[in-house]
């Protein structure tokens, strides 16, 4: 009778257990979803409004370890977006909504990934609809132009703009870089074999040193290099600030690179000294008034500018190389056209004048960023309540209208890879192929430096440094991957997992 009761309360057990537990998942999963649709709901009762189509995901972290998943786990970093695309296609005519809900980075958050919907969030930040946001903005830096708004940002960018991305600046540039570049393609192949990465990474991060802070290669640039591979790394996390996370060592290593930049700035403030650099620049810009930036916007623009010059760009030109590797066709025109240019040339070096010549090494820089992607989403955040819908856009706070509301206070991510891996705007889009740009992209679906008033204010930069290093290696080098099926790694930037290593030689006619 005992081993009767034991047995029935055993199965009761089982059965409360099967049962009970997945409601309870079940319940949790959706809580977070529910909770915002209810807030949202609740506080815009008088108005025909919803949600864009999607899920909050879990509590707290929302969707962001799914996300997780796709890029450092499965290795597919359009998972994620695919798998929404799939689940909400309107079908017929509306197609891909191109908006849906989800929560990361520890926000509620709207992603839009379509040209309409993108092109809309970028160009409204002129207008004050949308503001930036980033997941961390602390370690990007509070008063950096890529925090900043209103009339600061755009004198901000305007210095920029100027020292960086004009004519006589990239001319400049032009030949501050060439001579470092030379001697570091010829050190490769003295080394035989090299991790395209790392190497690259070098060189580039030395010759924005160089330009921005008029420093030179020594024990504390390589301490600067550690200390900025750990913010970048930082800028992608999850922001919880416990000891061993990403986020963690990001901040110290923020730390180190402000007391650092701050030094030197009280050094130059102290000794009235100024150099032609950015730094130097930026200490001496003044607004109408003619007030100077302080100590602290002084550093948190050049950290920003010193990552944005060295680490997307280094990143393109790896790359650019491992794809050229792949693509021997591609490589012989890059050689006969640069080839051409070079024997026109004295002393080996290429100037701006150049440049608009090479066009068959355009398409490679403009193929090689598309399929790179070191920018793959952008942040923002609603102002105020956004109505959203395809082509037909309306905002009001008291009228009905269809569509889908982007609420107040939501973050908003512009997930620009998509536009550049979709196979309704390029064929075979993850192919490396440099004359798909022989005919230019469908209007809206090419973004890679983002859009509206907020573009990426070096972009000429990137493209100069990117045509230069392209031209040396297509005339001077050759180079094989040793490991051309490696994995590849997409945190916090796309990567093989072995850095592209590759051997590195002269050319026989060099």
Same mark, same amino acid.
């Given at each position: ?14 059965? !409360? ?33 919803? @949600?864009?189509?999607?899920? +909050?995901? *879990? ?17 597919? =970093? ?25 929560? !990361? ?16 969030? !970028? ?18 830096? @509070? ?32 030949? %501050?870089?060439?001579?470092? !570049? ?34 030179? &290669?020594? &024990? ?18 999850? &922001? ?9 060592? /990001? ?27 950015? #730094? ?37 030109? #790896?790359?650019?190389?491992?794809? *050229?590797?792949?693509? =021997?066709?591609?490589? $012989? ?9 070079? $024997? ?17 090494? /355009? ?13 793959? #989403? ?55 192929? &440099? ?5 230019? =992209? ?10 509206? =008033? ?5 972009? #000429? ?7 230069? +290093? ?17 994995? %590849? ?22």
């Amino acid at each position: 009778m005992h081993a009767q009761v034991t047995a029935v309360d055993w199965a009761w057990w089982i059965g !409360l257990l099967l049962g009970a537990v997945p409601l309870l998942a079940l319940a949790v999963w959706h809580s977070n979803d529910v909770c915002h649709c209810a807030f949202f709901a609740l506080k815009r009762w008088r108005r025909r409004v919803r @949600l864009p189509p999607g899920h +909050m995901g *879990l509590p707290f972290v929302g969707e962001s370890l799914w996300l997780l998943w796709y890029y450092k786990l499965a290795r597919r =970093p359009d998972g994620f977006v695919h798998a929404r695309r799939r689940r909400y296609y309107a079908g017929g005519h509306a197609g891909d909504v191109g908006v849906y809900r989800t929560h !990361l980075f520890g926000s509620p958050t709207v992603l839009v990934c379509s040209p309409a919907a993108n092109k809309f969030v !970028l160009k409204s930040s002129q207008d004050g609809t949308f503001g930036i946001r980033w997941p961390a903005p602390e370690l990007v830096g @509070l008063s950096c132009v890529v925090n900043v708004e209103g009339s600061q940002h755009a004198r901000l960018r305007g210095f920029i703009l100027a020292a960086i991305n004009r004519p006589a600046s990239l001319r400049a540039i032009a030949e %501050v870089v060439q001579p470092r !570049l030379v001697a570091a393609l010829r050190s490769w192949a003295d080394k035989g074999t090299i991790s395209a990465a790392t190497e690259i990474k070098k060189v580039t991060f030395e010759n924005i040193c160089k330009m921005f802070v008029s420093r030179d &290669p020594s &024990p504390l640039t390589d301490k600067m290099d550690g200390w900025f591979a750990g913010l970048v790394a930082g800028f992608r996390a999850f &922001p919880l600030d416990f000891p061993g996370t990403a986020y963690r060592h /990001a901040r110290a290593c923020r730390k180190k690179l402000d007391t650092m930049f701050r030094e030197e700035v009280q050094r130059r403030r102290r000794e009235d000294t100024a150099s032609n650099d950015l #730094m130097s620049g930026l200490m001496e810009m003044e607004d109408e008034q003619g007030k100077k930036l302080c100590d602290d916007e002084v550093v948190d623009n050049i950290v920003s500018l010193v990552v944005a010059g060295y680490e997307s760009t280094s990143n393109a030109i #790896m790359w650019a190389a491992y794809h *050229l590797a792949k693509s =021997p066709h591609a490589l $012989r025109k890059l050689r006969e056209e640069n080839g051409a240019v070079s $024997r026109d040339k004295t002393g080996g070096f290429i100037s701006l004048d150049d440049i608009p010549s090479m066009k068959y090494t /355009a398409k490679v820089v403009e193929e090689t960023i598309r399929v790179a992607n070191v920018a793959p #989403m952008v942040h923002r955040v609603a102002h105020r309540d956004v109505e959203y819908r395809g082509n037909y856009i309306k905002q009001s706070l008291f009228t009905c209208v269809l569509g889908y509301t982007i609420p107040k206070g939501w973050r908003v991510v512009v997930w620009l890879r998509s536009l550049h891996t979709d196979a309704n705007y390029y064929d075979d889009p993850l192919s490396f192929n &440099p004359d798909r740009w022989d005919k230019p =992209p469908k209007p809206g679906t090419y973004q890679v430096f983002g859009g509206g =008033p907020r573009i990426c204010a070096g972009n #000429m930069l990137a493209r100069l440094q990117l045509t230069i +290093m392209l031209h040396h290696l297509a005339v001077g080098y050759k180079w094989e991957l040793l490991n051309p099926n490696a994995e %590849v790694t997409y945190l916090p930037h796309s990567k093989p997992v072995d850095g592209a290593a590759m051997s590195f030689s002269k050319l026989s006619s060099v």
